[in-house]
Every structure is written in structure tokens, then in C-alpha cells.
């Protein structure tokens, strides 16, 4: 039986979670974050220091939902909580199974998307070491991972789509964009595999891009890293296409691939 008071406390807090959500559906779909499983996960967190208070929802969706929460530690971190009832398993399977970093793993629903967290752990920090701004990943659990916060007293930053930019942001962001997507091919040996303007933030205080979701990043060496590049840069450029700012796709992948050859 636990007695640590701290996760009981996140017990108590999780049940008022499920109190507030009246409609079925949604209740539902809560049931499926917090299984017995998940909570064991977040006790066994919270009691190692990780998280001292759990907040709600601050963005959901078919493969994760986001959780605010607190920690003397770190101060505000995102907990996200991957779910193993209804991601899309399939999808999952495409990405992991052809990473060397992956390799021997059942192909089983609960064991990729188990992979599936530690693969967007490790692409964070590996994308942090070369220099891109992302959020810092602090620690992973079963199907959880803890990190930074991209936003302030629970509010997080827009996404890159529902900003109103200057010519001179627009710009700026866009050419800082273009440098992360080198620094993650050059020195993360990444590739995003599905960047766009819903997976990048902006950090309206400096007006900074972050981007996010890397759980599906791949290697360099995968066998549809090139495709995934292409898909990449293609997105970047039609969205600022729409701002009037013409990007060369073929240059941008060019420049990409050519710093990556000047590092070796």
C-alpha cells in the first residue's frame, strides 16, 4: 500500500480529473490515460521528485495527451502520456521498426508504443546536444516522458500557425528554422519526418521557433530518411509560401546535406 502522502496527493488529483469530465466520451478517453498501469508510473515519478503536482490537459490527441504539471526540480514541466489503447500502433510500427536503435523489439501494440516514448527521449536529447532548441527532455517512464514546459503559468506557446508574424519575423523564424533542420541532420544525424507549422512553436517573448513531437524523428541512415527530408522541407516551404516568402525546396535540402558533409 503507498503512503508517501505526495502520491496521494496525485491520486486525489487524478480522481478530480475524472470528477470534472462529465461527458461520456471524454471520460472515457481519460480512463484510457490514466489505466492502473500509468498511474504506477507516475507514482513510482512522483515519488523519485520528478513531478510534485499534476495539473490538467493542455493539448490531446490520438497517439498522447499533455499534462502541466510542477516540480520543485525543474519548475513547470509537460507530462506526456502516451496511449497504448488507441495510437495509432500501425503508423508507430513504420518509424521504429526500421531504426537500428530498435532493434529486437516485439512488435507487439504495447511494446512499440513503449519504444515509441524512449525513441522521442532519446530524439530530443539528441537534438538538444546539437544545438536546436526543443523541449528539454528530463526523464522517461514506460509510457510517460517528462520535459520542459514550452510556456509559462500553465499557458503554452502558440503554435507556428496561429502566430501573426512581420515580413522581418517571418523571415527570421524561417532562416532559423533552416539552421535547426541542418544542426538535426548534421549533428543529431535526424531527420523530423513530419515537420510543419503545427509541430513547431514559438517562443513569442523572443520570437524563437521550438520544435516539438519527435517521436517520430529517424536516423540518417534510415532507409526513408531522404523522403522524409523532402516531405519536410516541402511543408516548411509551402507554409511560408503563404506568407509571400518563396522557398527553393531543392536549395534548402542542398544546404542541409552539405553541412552535413562539411561536419564529417
Not at 505526495?6 to 486525489?12: G, H, P, Q, T, V
Not at 515519488?47 to 490527441?61: E, M, P, Q, R, V
Not at 506557446?157 to 502566430?163: G, N, R
Request: hydrophobic residues 40%; contains cysteine.
Amino acid at each position: 500500500m503507498i503512503s508517501d502522502k505526495k502520491l496521494s496527493r496525485m491520486d486525489e488529483r487524478v480522481d478530480e480529473l475524472r470528477m470534472r469530465i462529465k461527458d461520456s466520451s471524454q471520460r472515457a478517453v481519460l480512463n484510457d490515460v490514466f489505466d492502473d498501469a500509468t498511474l504506477m508510473a507516475l507514482y513510482e515519478l512522483s515519488k523519485n521528485g520528478h513531478i510534485d503536482a499534476l495539473g490538467g490537459s493542455f493539448k490531446t490527441g490520438k497517439e498522447a495527451n499533455l499534462f502541466h504539471a510542477i516540480s520543485k526540480r525543474d519548475g513547470e514541466i509537460a507530462v506526456k502520456i502516451y496511449l497504448i489503447s488507441t495510437a495509432n500502433f500501425n503508423a508507430m510500427k513504420e518509424y521504429i521498426l526500421g531504426d537500428p536503435r530498435f532493434t529486437g523489439i516485439k512488435h507487439s501494440r504495447k511494446d512499440i508504443i513503449l519504444a515509441w516514448t524512449r525513441k522521442e527521449f532519446k530524439n530530443l536529447k539528441r537534438a538538444e546536444d546539437a544545438g536546436v532548441r526543443v523541449p528539454k527532455p528530463y526523464v522517461t517512464k514506460r509510457n510517460i516522458l517528462l520535459m520542459e514546459f514550452v510556456g509559462k503559468d500553465g499557458v503554452p506557446m502558440p503554435q507556428l500557425k496561429d502566430v501573426k508574424l512581420t515580413r522581418e519575423e517571418a523571415l527570421h523564424i524561417l532562416n532559423r528554422i533552416i539552421e535547426y533542420m541542418c544542426l538535426l541532420y548534421s549533428k543529431a544525424r535526424l531527420v523530423h519526418a513530419d515537420l510543419s507549422e503545427y509541430n513547431i512553436l514559438v517562443d513569442v517573448d523572443t520570437m524563437e521557433p521550438v520544435i516539438i513531437d519527435m517521436g517520430q524523428s529517424i536516423m540518417t541512415d534510415h532507409f526513408n530518411a531522404d523522403t522524409y527530408l523532402q516531405r519536410d522541407v516541402a511543408n516548411i516551404a509551402r507554409f511560408f509560401g503563404k506568407l509571400n516568402i518563396p522557398v527553393n525546396s531543392d536549395e534548402v535540402i542542398s544546404i542541409i546535406k552539405r553541412k552535413k558533409e562539411e561536419g564529417k
